[in-house]
């Protein structure tokens, strides 16, 4: 964005206030020329801005995102890895449940796949990696569980309980069951 008029600034910056809004409202589906009628811009001035729906839900999540690595880094010095983890993947799935489409984001592709190095998914899951492979060589996780395994749980999660009444309630009691399987015997 950098080197950019005033005027194309603004727009962005506003087109963005506008799309978390909707997005929040909307889920990960908003629609795009929804965005563009309330932030009083062309469909086109948007796509300019995030020529892709994955490109304006990566900028509607950037800020939260960066506020859960910055969670794991500070669960990495808990004295309990194992806890650390649960409490790190219990916050992501209660922001997913929060932030409609941040699911929607981080199911797109594996981490595997080539992905922008700014990604949100990629953000999410070098962060948990750290907790993950501290709870594995403190043999409080099993060895054989992967980040793609636990992010494909948490959005399964959020995405399952989504159209809940209660989602949270929901997802918290998903979230309870799937975690016992976590432990070093599969308990």
């Not at 839900?57 to 960066?66: C, D, G, I, M």
């Not at 907790?131 to 054989?144: G, I, K, T």
């Amino acid at each position: 964005m950098t080197g950019q008029r005033s005027d194309a600034r603004r727009n962005y910056a506003h087109i963005l206030t506008v799309a978390e809004a909707e997005v929040a409202a909307q889920g990960a589906q908003a629609s795009l020329e929804q965005i563009a009628r309330t932030a009083g811009v062309g469909s086109a001035t948007v796509r300019r801005h995030f020529p892709t729906r994955k490109a304006l839900l990566e900028a509607v999540f950037k800020q939260r995102v960066h506020d859960l690595c910055e969670r794991a880094q500070t669960l990495r010095a808990a004295h309990d890895s194992h806890s650390a983890l649960v409490e790190w993947l219990r916050e992501l799935l209660a922001y997913s449940l929060a932030a409609r489409g941040l699911a929607d984001v981080l199911s797109y592709e594996p981490l595997q796949d080539e992905a922008p190095q700014d990604s949100c998914a990629l953000a999410i899951g070098a962060a948990g990696a750290l907790l993950l492979r501290r709870a594995v060589d403190d043999r409080s996780v099993r060895a054989d569980i992967t980040i793609d395994d636990l992010l494909t749980l948490i959005v399964g999660i959020a995405l399952a309980t989504e159209s809940y009444a209660d989602p949270a309630t929901q997802a918290d009691r998903a979230f309870r069951l799937a975690v016992a399987g976590l432990g070093p015997d599969g308990t």
